[in-house]
């Protein structure tokens, strides 16, 4: 160029080397910034694609981590929702073997006379029997009030003959007190049809017997004793009905029926205690007409429970069929009390979710395993709750039904520990491949890494030589400068 400076040779050769040493540096400068030696494509294409591929699946990988953990949360809230629903089968089992304990035959339908406050019952309509009344009394007392008539003893009322009803639908209450024979024993005789309810009937040493049009019996206690009668209760002209009878019978005679009658007999929550140590054939209820059971326990020394022409309610008339029928056991409290355990069992699982997933009422869930959801791991649950496994509600009345809630209980509590051993495999399966995960991710980020990060100790170092290069190519330029301005000292 015309107005271009010269140089010397040695001059432009410095100023060459200082130009590369400041582009060295303006590099190795950042390198140190940004701690990469590969910052974009222009400084090594295939480095900075390899990195940026193993970085993305890295980060792909690392938001399962997140799907994992939740999952492994899931189950986390089913084995605790298992573990809490067998400590209540547990409980519940515990109530189960208190009800077993109690004494078979403890017949729930126990009479239980009511002390009824007679005068109430006099405002109501009943016309008062009281203490002290002869036979006689009470028999035209009964007698002038017509059909349908209703009567409360005020006391024990012991009856010094027998009574002759005539009317029908007669109704004595006993307020809970007794009707205890006297030498004619209890016995009540007519066309009239007779209820006799919340009382005792005592014999007293004498005979009980109705020869009525019907008899109904309900929440009577019956003790009889020392006597040699051939029927405890013996009616020849009508039915009879019991319902909440207690029968309690020491009698002399070893040959003898409880009831005997030639109508239909209906029995309901009835016990008969046979307490005679010498008694041979025994017939508990007979009739050569019929008979229907519902409820009815007999103990001691009884041959044949029921002798009829027809028995309805029970197979046969064996005292082991009717006992196996209907023998109870009063279980009532023990019942409510595992009933109650079973509901809050399933509102525990009810309850057992976890981000609206419940493995314990069928639900599932679904974990994907891998960046390009190809490989899911799907982990079913199951329903426990009561009604769908099994477990009902106790409704107690023999050791059959106990035992058969025992079973149920037990059954239940090994599924639920066949569930938890599942779900806690699963548990693993997720929590080794959410493990495998993270590290693999650990692995693609350090490879990621690798190819584009530098070496911080090598770019101090390089940083530090040129400086000194830098240095030294100032300090030359100097020296060849000097060699020019030698000229000015011919002027």
Same mark, same amino acid.
């Given at each position: 160029?015309?107005?271009?400076?010269?140089?010397?040779?040695?001059?432009?050769?410095?100023?060459?080397?200082?130009?590369?040493?400041?582009?060295?540096?303006?590099?190795?400068?950042?390198?140190?910034?940004?701690?990469?030696?590969?910052?974009?494509?222009?400084?090594?294409?295939?480095?900075?694609?390899?990195?940026?591929?193993?970085?993305?699946?890295?980060?792909?990988?690392?938001?399962?981590?997140?799907?994992?953990?939740?999952?492994?949360?899931?189950?986390?809230?089913?084995?605790?929702?298992?573990?809490?629903?067998?400590?209540?089968?547990?409980?519940?089992?515990?109530?189960?073997?208190?009800?077993?304990?109690?004494?078979?035959?403890?017949?729930?339908?126990?009479?239980?006379?009511?002390?009824?406050?007679?005068?109430?019952?006099?405002?109501?309509?009943?016309?008062?029997?009281?203490?002290?009344?002869?036979?006689?009394?009470?028999?035209?007392?009964?007698?002038?009030?017509?059909?349908?008539?209703?009567?409360?003893?005020?006391?024990?009322?012991?009856?010094?003959?027998?009574?002759?009803?005539?009317?029908?639908?007669?109704?004595?209450?006993?307020?809970?007190?007794?009707?205890?024979?006297?030498?004619?024993?209890?016995?009540?005789?007519?066309?009239?049809?007779?209820?006799?309810?919340?009382?005792?009937?005592?014999?007293?040493?004498?005979?009980?017997?109705?020869?009525?049009?019907?008899?109904?019996?309900?929440?009577?206690?019956?003790?009889?004793?020392?006597?040699?009668?051939?029927?405890?209760?013996?009616?020849?002209?009508?039915?009879?009905?019991?319902?909440?009878?207690?029968?309690?019978?020491?009698?002399?005679?070893?040959?003898?029926?409880?009831?005997?009658?030639?109508?239909?007999?209906?029995?309901?929550?009835?016990?008969?205690?046979?307490?005679?140590?010498?008694?041979?054939?025994?017939?508990?209820?007979?009739?050569?007409?019929?008979?229907?059971?519902?409820?009815?326990?007999?103990?001691?020394?009884?041959? #044949? $429970?029921?002798?009829?022409?027809?028995?309805?309610?029970? @197979? *046969?008339?064996? %005292?082991?069929?009717?006992?196996? +029928?209907? !023998?109870?056991?009063?279980?009532?409290?023990?019942?409510?009390?595992?009933?109650?355990?079973?509901?809050?069992?399933?509102?525990?699982?009810?309850?057992?979710?976890?981000?609206?997933?419940?493995?314990?009422?069928?639900?599932?869930?679904?974990?994907?395993?891998?960046?390009?959801?190809?490989?899911?791991?799907?982990?079913?649950?199951?329903?426990?709750?009561?009604?769908?496994?099994?477990?009902?509600?106790?409704?107690?009345?023999?050791?059959?039904?106990?035992?058969?809630?025992?079973?149920?209980?037990?059954?239940?509590?090994?599924?639920?520990?066949?569930?938890?051993?599942?779900?806690?495999?699963?548990?693993?399966?997720?929590?080794?491949?959410?493990?495998? #995960? $993270?590290?693999?991710?650990?692995?693609?980020?350090?490879? @990621? *890494?690798?190819? %584009?990060?530098?070496?911080?100790? +090598?770019? !101090?170092?390089?940083?530090?030589?040129?400086?000194?290069?830098?240095?030294?190519?100032?300090?030359?330029?100097?020296?060849?400068?000097?060699?020019?301005?030698?000229?000015?000292?011919?002027?």
């Amino acid at each position: 160029m015309p107005n271009s400076i010269a140089l010397t040779a040695s001059m432009r050769s410095n100023l060459m080397s200082l130009k590369n040493i400041a582009s060295q540096m303006d590099k190795t400068q950042n390198i140190l910034s940004t701690g990469k030696k590969v910052n974009s494509a222009i400084d090594n294409a295939s480095s900075y694609y390899q990195s940026r591929s193993l970085t993305s699946r890295a980060g792909d990988l690392s938001s399962l981590l997140d799907t994992m953990g939740q999952g492994i949360q899931t189950l986390q809230a089913a084995n605790e929702g298992i573990e809490s629903a067998t400590s209540y089968l547990e409980q519940a089992r515990s109530v189960i073997e208190q009800a077993s304990a109690i004494e078979e035959h403890n017949f729930s339908s126990k009479v239980e006379l009511k002390n009824d406050d007679v005068e109430a019952l006099v405002a109501q309509g009943y016309t008062k029997i009281s203490k002290g009344m002869s036979a006689y009394s009470i028999k035209s007392l009964i007698n002038s009030k017509g059909d349908n008539a209703k009567f409360v003893l005020e006391d024990d009322i012991k009856l010094s003959d027998y009574l002759t009803i005539y009317n029908s639908g007669v109704v004595i209450n006993g307020a809970g007190h007794k009707l205890i024979g006297g030498s004619y024993g209890i016995e009540m005789m007519g066309d009239g049809d007779v209820t006799l309810e919340n009382m005792v009937l005592d014999n007293n040493g004498s005979h009980i017997y109705f020869e009525v049009g019907g008899l109904t019996l309900k929440n009577v206690e019956v003790q009889f004793k020392d006597n040699d009668a051939s029927a405890i209760i013996s009616n020849t002209a009508g039915g009879i009905n019991l319902e909440n009878v207690d029968f309690n019978v020491e009698n002399s005679n070893s040959q003898f029926s409880v009831i005997n009658s030639t109508d239909d007999i209906n029995i309901k929550n009835t016990v008969v205690n046979i307490l005679t140590d010498e008694a041979n054939n025994v017939t508990c209820v007979k009739t050569n007409k019929n008979v229907t059971v519902d409820g009815m326990l007999i103990t001691g020394n009884c041959d #044949t $429970g029921i002798s009829a022409n027809q028995i309805q309610g029970v @197979a *046969d008339g064996s %005292v082991d069929t009717i006992n196996k +029928e209907f !023998s109870g056991v009063d279980a009532d409290f023990y019942a409510e009390e595992f009933n109650a355990i079973i509901t809050e069992y399933d509102n525990l699982v009810k309850d057992t979710s976890y981000q609206g997933v419940n493995l314990l009422t069928g639900g599932e869930m679904k974990v994907t395993f891998n960046e390009t959801r190809t490989h899911d791991f799907l982990v079913k649950g199951e329903d426990i709750r009561s009604d769908k496994v099994g477990l009902k509600q106790a409704e107690w009345k023999n050791k059959d039904q106990i035992n058969a809630s025992m079973d149920e209980v037990q059954n239940v509590i090994g599924k639920l520990r066949s569930l938890a051993t599942d779900l806690g495999n699963k548990y693993q399966v997720i929590q080794t491949r959410q493990s495998f #995960t $993270g590290a693999l991710c650990d692995v693609l980020e350090t490879g @990621a *890494d690798d190819l %584009v990060l530098a070496d911080m100790n +090598e770019a !101090s170092a390089e940083y530090l030589m040129l400086q000194t290069r830098q240095q030294l190519a100032v300090n030359s330029l100097s020296l060849a400068s000097q060699s020019a301005s030698s000229i000015l000292s011919l002027f």
